[in-house]
């Protein structure tokens, strides 16, 4: 079992292969996008019967996915359109992520995306005519400070008073709707528009490297979860947010301060939902209206508890999300059903996700034990994990 | 007790070839046991040989894949805890299910009540019956007592009367007097000598090797799964049990040698802590440890034990007095300032402090030095280096894994505790505070413990030893500091000191004092 040398001897014996061992990854997040697709085939069908002159149509789910899929992918401008679509959910998706692994719920990430983007457009409007290649680089880092500031406030009131961040966050998602409403149509207005409106931020706004609209955004998302990647497995810093979020006792014994980190956890997730923001701002809609904001924020939640906050699954986790928005359009047109159809697919992932326990129970994959004491702790219920991923 | 039953009666309880395969290992392989009416039958191994396993059989709540269970002769199928329950098997956890802030009666009725009608609990014969139990079996218990307000040792009772009240004829013990002192002990036993004396059968699991012996009628030892031997407590002893139990030679008593103290290296005076809950736990220590000497601290749990090691490792704030290392104030320094002035800290609980037990083995046992080169650049990680060190670590101190990446959480509990030491002792110490180093670990994992200590003891490291375990201190300890209610009581030397007046001075703070040199103790 030991050996002198610096390369480990690992016995191999019992091991799990390499194909069980993917499928013990996979199965969970498989069989929760199969359930839900089923599941939106069932309402399909059975909302057709509610309007007047349609009939049972078997066969309509079939259509209305393969719109989907083709809207999403048919071409190579709806490929563009994917990655546009994708982009803040990688961001946001990493935001909720790192939160995660600190063991914090940063449900607030939409109130950052919008206050990251009011950074960005702020800053954008401001160096309009500055050459691009300074005017970019300060825009963006406005919307990287201004989420970061919105993610501080949450991380600070958890350290000094034991705010739950939970409630401090939801709260200040509705500050930062009204104070984005009340900035768009009051000293960001543009004077005497019949609508609340900015200005264009001009040559801040991300050049487009890609197709018909693939923005600069695309390629920052994809290097941002490559660096989370990196800062999570690669660094003391990493070292410290996960051993926090592990197990806080034992980080104050090993000489870590888990309040310091929880304040810089949460103030680095909500720079990254500040660049979600950024994103959309900088990259697609270059101004702001009073309507700004999707739901990417809380989008960004169902991303990151299906990529189980790892960094990198977080992208192809935000790409099945952004193709099922770019592909929703010609869903509609093909098959009528309502661009809806991708929330109500979206939020039965997230259930079938949070019964996650249960499923891996059905299927029988869970974390791997060996010996007696790992059998006593597999006989327990694994309490929390639904939050704790 | 000896065997006064008599071989005649068939057997209250017998596990006949019980086989349970987990994935990977055979945690029982065709076990025997058979306990008799009115017989306390010890089951004695280490960690991990299978004991627990058996138990949850017994229990219902693991099907063993081979054997059977008869009980009094007849061969049945337990479906689950409440199954068994209601074929009269109880058990008594090492970690007690009681609601604190509930009576001993409630706890009692819990899952059990006795109605008055459909609605309501006939409370009035509860508290009789309660009360005609205890003293039944020799102690009187009010059933409207608070069990969070009661001692350990009460509290144990009260698990016990719980079997009791489900009219319990197989009851099973899961280390009963782990947090007991000597006394409780004693009254402990008198208790299950009396159950027994009256036709109840009592298996009784421990790691303690002289109590089985003084308890036992019969002793099972079992090791990686299999029945190694059986024995009467009057043709064996401790090394026997030892060797069957571990299947090697165990030196039970470490030979702790001559020790050369030198200079005090940690230096309390006047300290003070804090508990959780504000109330003062540490009533002023002044305390010396000296370089290349073991000081122990003995005293029964909760007397301020943990308060004061947390008040000296930095993760507690004092709230007067110093703290001194070697001539420099710490007072009230973080622990990451303690590590750096060569302070080493083993944790009580291994679980809480000691280990991140998600992450892998190799980065565990760079948890509290994961910052400091080699294992890091600035901010950057070398994962060359952490995985080096850990290979040399899993070498050195023999700590049993597939490998350095796998999660600690999947180790058995000596292999975890051997991880916190290797991290822990593998570097030049000044001070090394020990907060119940060998909780919960078998006999082979202690013995190797104890070696380290002494080790570094001999090295010239002051070690401060905190433990539960009175015999712990008593054997590796060159001074014992006895500390009841949150102050140190007496210092006794610990090659004379006796264990029963030890004993007494934990239990009752030093009403009897004879023989032993009290210290000062401020008002």
Redesign the interface.
């Known amino acids: 079992?030991?050996?002198?040398g610096?390369k480990?001897t690992?016995?191999v014996k019992?091991?799990p292969g390499l194909a069980s061992r993917a499928w013990s990854v996979a199965a969970v997040p498989v069989v929760v996008i199969g359930l839900s697709v089923l599941l939106g085939a069932v309402i399909i069908v059975f909302s057709e019967l509610l309007v007047p002159g349609h009939t049972f149509d078997i066969g309509l789910p079939v259509v209305a996915y393969s719109a989907l899929v083709s809207g999403a992918l048919g071409n190579p401008d709806a490929v563009v359109s994917t990655l546009v679509y994708s982009t803040p959910l990688i961001f946001g998706g990493l935001a909720v992520g790192f939160g995660f692994k600190a063991g914090l719920f940063n449900i607030g990430a939409q109130g950052q995306f919008l206050v990251g983007a009011l950074g960005a457009v702020m800053a954008g409007v401001a160096l309009a005519e500055v050459p691009a290649p300074i005017a970019i680089p300060l825009a963006a880092l406005a919307g990287f400070v201004a989420g970061g500031i919105w993610g501080f406030i949450p991380g600070f009131l958890k350290a000094v008073s034991g705010a739950h961040e939970v409630v401090s966050t939801i709260m200040l998602n509705y500050v930062a709707v009204q104070l984005l409403a009340a900035l768009v149509s009051g000293p960001l207005k543009v004077p005497r528009s019949p609508s609340p409106v900015t200005f264009d931020v001009g040559n801040a706004a991300f050049p487009v490297i890609l197709g018909r609209n693939g923005h600069l955004g695309i390629a920052l998302a994809l290097l941002a979860a490559v660096f989370v990647w990196w800062l999570l497995y690669?660094?003391?810093?990493g070292?410290e947010v996960?051993?926090v979020g592990?197990?806080p006792?034992?980080?104050?014994?090993?000489?870590?301060?888990p309040k310091l980190i929880t304040i810089a956890t949460m103030t680095f997730s909500g720079a990254l939902a500040g660049l979600a923001g950024t994103s959309v701002l900088l990259g697609v809609t270059h101004s702001m209206t009073s309507s700004f904001g999707t739901t990417v924020g809380f989008d960004s939640i169902a991303v990151a508890l299906l990529a189980r906050s790892n960094p990198l699954v977080i992208i192809p986790a935000a790409l099945l999300f952004g193709g099922m928005r770019a592909g929703a359009g010609l869903m509609q047109i093909k098959a009528q059903i309502p661009v809806e159809l991708v929330d109500v697919l979206q939020a039965t992932i997230l259930l079938f996700l949070v019964a996650s326990p249960v499923l891996r129970r059905v299927l029988r994959v869970g974390r791997r034990?060996?010996?007696?004491?790992?059998?006593?702790?597999a006989?327990t219920p694994a309490a929390g994990e639904a939050v704790a991923i | 007790m000896t065997d006064q039953t008599g071989t005649s009666l068939a057997p209250a309880l017998e596990m006949r070839g019980i086989t349970k395969r987990y994935p990977g290992v055979v945690a029982n392989d065709g076990i025997n046991l058979e306990v008799r009416p009115g017989e306390i039958h010890a089951l004695l191994g280490e960690n991990g040989a299978g004991k627990t396993t058996l138990m949850n059989v017994l229990y219902g709540l693991a099907r063993p894949d081979e054997g059977e269970i008869l009980l009094d002769g007849t061969a049945v199928r337990i479906a689950g805890p409440a199954d068994a329950i209601a074929r009269g098997i109880n058990m008594v956890h090492q970690h007690f299910m009681l609601v604190p802030v509930l009576s001993v009666a409630d706890n009692i009725l819990l899952g059990e009540e006795t109605m008055a009608n459909r609605v309501f609990l006939d409370r009035k014969e509860a508290h009789r019956r309660i009360v005609e139990l205890g003293r039944r079996f020799g102690f009187e218990i009010d059933p409207e007592a608070r069990v969070g307000s009661l001692s350990v040792g009460w509290q144990q009772r009260v698990e016990i009367l719980k079997a009791l009240y489900r009219n319990a004829r197989i009851l099973v013990l899961d280390e009963p007097t782990a947090v007991l002192t000597p006394q409780e002990t004693e009254e402990i036993f008198a208790v299950l000598r009396r159950l027994a004396s009256e036709g109840h059968s009592i298996v009784f699991i421990s790691h303690k090797l002289y109590e089985v012996l003084e308890i036992a009628d019969r002793i099972t030892v079992i090791r990686r799964g299999r029945v190694v031997g059986q024995r009467r407590p009057a043709e064996t002893n401790e090394d026997d049990l030892a060797e069957l139990m571990v299947g090697r030679e165990v030196q039970l008593t470490v030979d702790r040698g001559i020790s050369h103290p030198g200079e005090p290296v940690l230096r309390l005076s006047g300290l003070q802590a804090k508990d959780d809950r504000g109330n003062l736990a540490v009533r002023g220590v002044d305390l010396d440890v000296r370089a290349g000497e073991i000081l122990g601290i003995a005293g029964v749990a909760g007397n301020g034990q943990d308060e004061l090691v947390e008040a000296i490792i930095g993760l507690r704030h004092p709230t007067a007095g110093t703290v001194t290392l070697a001539g420099a104030d710490m007072t009230g320094r973080s622990p990451r300032d303690m590590n750096e002035a060569a302070v080493a800290y083993v944790p009580a609980d291994r679980h809480r402090f000691g280990l991140i037990t998600p992450f892998s083995l190799a980065d565990n046992l760079v948890l509290t030095s994961y910052y400091r080169r080699p294992y890091a650049r600035g901010v950057i990680r070398d994962g060359d280096a952490i995985q080096r060190d850990a290979l040399s670590s899993i070498e050195r101190f023999d700590i049993r894994t597939p490998s350095a990446m796998v999660t600690a959480g999947t180790l058995s509990g000596g292999n975890q505790q051997k991880a916190v030491v290797a991290r822990e002792f593998d570097r030049d110490l000044k001070l090394l505070v020990l907060d119940q180093p060998t909780r919960g670990l078998d006999v082979g994992s202690i013995e190797f413990i104890h070696r380290q200590v002494i080790a570094k003891r001999d090295a010239g490291t002051a070690v401060l030893l905190v433990s539960a375990e009175l015999d712990e201190v008593l054997e590796m300890s060159d001074r014992i500091g006895v500390m009841y209610a949150g102050r140190i009581v007496a210092i006794v030397e610990g090659r004379t000191a006796d264990k029963n007046e030890v004993g007494l001075l934990m239990a009752t703070g030093g009403a009897d004092r004879s023989g032993i040199t009290p210290v000062e103790v401020p008002a």
């Open positions: 079992m030991r050996s002198a610096p480990p690992v016995p019992g091991r690669r660094t003391t810093w070292f996960r051993a592990a197990n006792d034992a980080a104050r014994y090993a000489g870590m301060r034990h060996s010996g007696p004491t790992g059998v006593d702790t006989a």
